[in-house]
Nanobody
Framework: QVQLVESGGGLVQAGGSLRLSCVAS????????MGWYRQAPGKQRELVAR???????NYADSVKDRFTISRVNGQSTIYLQMNSLKPEDTAVYYC???????????????WGQGTQVTVSS
């Protein structure tokens, strides 16, 4: 059974920082493309950042140069360091895992329960 457990969300003022964590179990972590998505009220879920087993990353344009995704394969954990947070970053953030062979089909992956990030102005 796949489990992705997020932590680290909360309330922060604009310009502040937060670090999200996601611990995975029930998957072969080193075979999975890991990512963070977010969903704001009334909006569709969107990709924030992804990281391959080898450490290659890509980011949404809106978070480039502010957010950093990383992974520790030996701990089956990924992180999202979020700096210079803006009110528009307010959303529920979800951890995502999908086998690399299915990277083009994210809907076939697994999701965490989500963690709320609220940025006040």
């Amino acid at each position: 059974q796949v489990q992705l457990v997020e932590s680290g969300g909360g309330l922060v003022q604009a310009g502040g920082s937060l670090r999200l964590s996601c611990v995975a179990s029930g998957i072969i972590f080193s075979d999975n493309l890991m990512g963070w998505y977010r969903q704001a009220p009334g909006k569709q879920r969107e990709l924030v950042a992804r990281i391959t087993p080898g450490g290659s990353t890509n980011y949404a344009d809106s978070v480039k140069d502010r957010f950093t995704i990383s992974r520790v394969n030996g701990q089956s954990t990924i992180y999202l360091q979020m700096n210079s947070l803006k009110p528009e970053d307010t959303a529920v953030y979800y951890c995502h895992a999908v086998q690399m062979a299915l990277h083009h089909l994210p809907n076939l992956g697994s999701w965490g329960q989500g963690t709320q990030v609220t940025v006040s102005s």
